[in-house]
């Protein structure tokens, strides 16, 4: 059980409803259950109809733990084959790489007090070496195969971000990069395109990274979305060719700290003007005026602004359909939050392999559900990024 599920199920039984919550899941779950055994059988309970193909034949008890508390449940059982609620699957890969990671770190002995209370929490003391290997090749075989798979089609937009988490190395505690690339491809899906841990400031690290990707098929890239990391703008001109968008939010934070706490929100309104500007010419135009009209009093963010004017509006160069997604990383922002929530849990990770597994695993799952959504954005929107040939007709066929 997870740091979160024990806070919110303490909330939960504080309150006056808890009782009626556990009973709503549970009146949730049940009528879930009586849809899927009506597809498996081909009629509702006690009815009759030529179109049956199989029959009920009782419950069984199970108990279900949920974040509201143990909800007690009644699964149907089918006198033919066997019937098993969806929503009680297994635990998921990035759950599964959880548990891994955590009773590596346990078994090696590296653990932090945090993570020694989740092992025992979660029942898993006496584990054997053997346990958690067998357990941690199973989950490193799917995510290698994921971040390895080819890069097929173009890919106009790339946002890159990064998350830090500690990890042991050579018996010291130390500081890495949790590097993440995304891309939206000329059809206009989202995908996760593929991950490295390391330093984020040094230029080969970037490279390496860009490269690998190239190396696995990446081609078309427009447009490279990323917080100013040092050496990656100029990774990104010479392994991808492509421009590069500062993002905007972070650019803000870096920019209001030249100025004094009660002058941040008019200096933040003042840049903000350039923003809504219609065209990136006008942009351009109005990002100058304020930068001139600031400098007597915030000489230094006069002197950012001139630096950083078009790597910040670069994105007004592309169609205006795509400024609010391409402006920023903001995109990314649930994924990380996630990825966050669920390093933070490990804090100390035994060693890079283990980061690996449990990015790699949430990842997987983030992509899966990408797969299934609608599109980021829309074909039409993206004609004349491609260097696709087929698009043409991708786009009539749609």
């Keep these: 059980m997870t740091i979160d599920r024990i806070a919110l199920k303490e909330l ?206 990446l081609r078309g890239v427009k447009l490279v979305i990323s917080d100013a990391h040092e050496g990656l703008k100029a990774a990104a001109a010479k392994v991808l060719s492509s421009t590069w968008q500062r993002c905007r939010v972070h650019f803000m934070r870096n920019a209001l700290a030249h100025v004094g706490p009660s002058q941040r929100p008019m200096v933040a309104a003042a840049i903000r003007t350039a923003f809504t500007q219609e065209t990136a010419e006008a942009a351009h135009q109005e990002w100058r005026a304020v930068a001139d009209r600031l400098r007597e009093r915030f000489r230094k963010l006069a002197e950012l602004m001139d630096e950083v004017e078009d790597d910040v509006l670069a994105h007004m160069a592309f169609p205006k359909h795509h400024w609010r997604q391409l402006h920023s990383t903001n995109p990314l922002e649930r994924l990380n939050g996630e990825i966050k929530r669920r390093t933070d849990v490990v804090a100390i990770f035994p060693n890079e392999d283990a980061i690996v597994r449990l990015v790699g695993a949430l990842l997987l799952e983030q992509n899966g559900e990408w797969a299934v959504t609608r599109r980021y954005m829309t074909l039409e929107t993206l004609d004349g990024l491609s260097d696709d040939a087929d698009k043409p007709r991708r786009i009539a066929a749609a």
């Design 12 to 217: 939960v039984e504080k309150g006056s409803d808890a009782d009626l919550l556990r009973e709503m899941i549970a009146f949730i779950a049940g009528r879930m259950m009586e849809l899927e055994v009506e597809g498996l059988t081909g009629a509702g309970h006690g009815e009759r109809s030529p179109t049956r193909i199989n029959q009920r034949n009782g419950y069984r008890e199970r108990t279900w733990e949920t974040r509201a508390g143990t909800v007690a449940l009644e699964i149907p059982k089918l006198r033919k084959g066997s019937y098993f609620p969806a929503f009680l699957e297994p635990r998921r890969a990035s759950e599964k790489a959880l548990t891994a990671v955590i009773q590596e770190a346990y078994v090696q002995g590296v653990s932090t007090r945090s993570v020694d209370d989740l092992v025992k929490a979660m029942g898993m003391t006496g584990i054997s070496k053997s346990q958690v290997s067998r357990l941690c090749a199973e989950i490193d075989e799917r995510v290698k195969a994921f971040l390895d798979r080819p890069i097929e089609g173009s890919w106009p937009y790339l946002w890159i971000d990064a998350t830090y988490v500690k990890v042991r190395e050579s018996g010291r505690i130390v500081s890495v990069a949790v590097i993440i690339a995304v891309g939206v491809n000329s059809d206009g899906r989202r995908e996760v395109l593929g991950m490295a841990v390391g330093p984020s400031e040094a230029e080969p690290f970037w490279t390496k990274f860009l490269r690998s990707l190239t190396r696995r098929g």
